[in-house]
Structure formats: C-alpha cells, structure tokens
C-alpha cells in the first residue's frame, strides 16, 4: 500500500499535500514485484527509554530487490503486520535506481570539484 506521504496524485493534487493538511487520502494498493528478500542480519535492539513498552526488540537487517513502485517503507510495515507485530524502518539505503548502481556514484569531494572546476571553466 502506498503511504498517505507519497507522490502519487489523487484528483489532480499530491497525496502528500493532502496529507500534509490533514485531509483524508485514500489510495488503492499497487502490484509491485520483490524479486529477492533476503535477511542479511538480526540483533536484539534497545529502544530509546522514551518508549515505554516491553520486549524483547530485534533489529534486522534486509537485503531487497525490487520493481519500480515499490515503497519499502510500506512493505517493513506489511512484514511486522503479518508477524502479528509491529515494524518500523530505522535506516535505508538505495543501492540502484534502474540501471544506475551506487558503485558509479561520485563522492561529495568529486562533485564539489567538478562544480569547482566548471566555475572556474567559465
């Protein structure tokens, strides 16, 4: 399910937007592909103190590779759902968007000199 928070246009107008004036958004369920979910790794996880609740907690780490549409966001809350539990994300990280890997992403130092050398350039 697409969150309340996303792009998606309802009536001409972000959902976001909506969201965001707390107006009611309602947005059907997307087919999306997960070609590969893969736990990479799980810890027991001390929550702040400011939650007041009872354990145990685990942190897990996945590995997912997906089709275009898909909110991950949404699918960690689906996952706690069909444990019974409850699940929130604490980190994300986009290695690929289509053909582009992270592996071909410029480090900040390389971009600022880029941009440095363009100004100069002109």
Do not use: N
Not at 35 to 59: A, K, M, N, V
Not at 70 to 78: H, N, P, V
């Amino acid at each position: 399910m697409p969150p309340a928070y996303s792009a998606i246009k309802v009536g001409g107008r972000r959902a976001y937007e909506l969201a965001r004036q707390r107006q009611p958004v309602s947005l059907p369920p997307r087919r999306v592909t997960i070609y590969q979910l893969e736990l990479r790794d799980f810890t027991p996880w001390t929550p702040p103190q400011s939650l007041e609740s009872s354990g145990p907690f685990w942190q897990f780490s996945f590995y997912v590779h997906c089709s275009k549409g898909t909110y991950i966001r949404s699918l960690i809350e689906e996952i706690g759902r069909r444990l019974h539990s409850c699940a929130f994300t604490l980190q994300l990280r986009r290695l690929a968007i289509g053909e582009w890997h992270v592996c071909q992403a410029w480090s900040f130092p390389r971009l600022v000199a880029a941009l440095k050398t363009q100004t100069d350039a002109r």
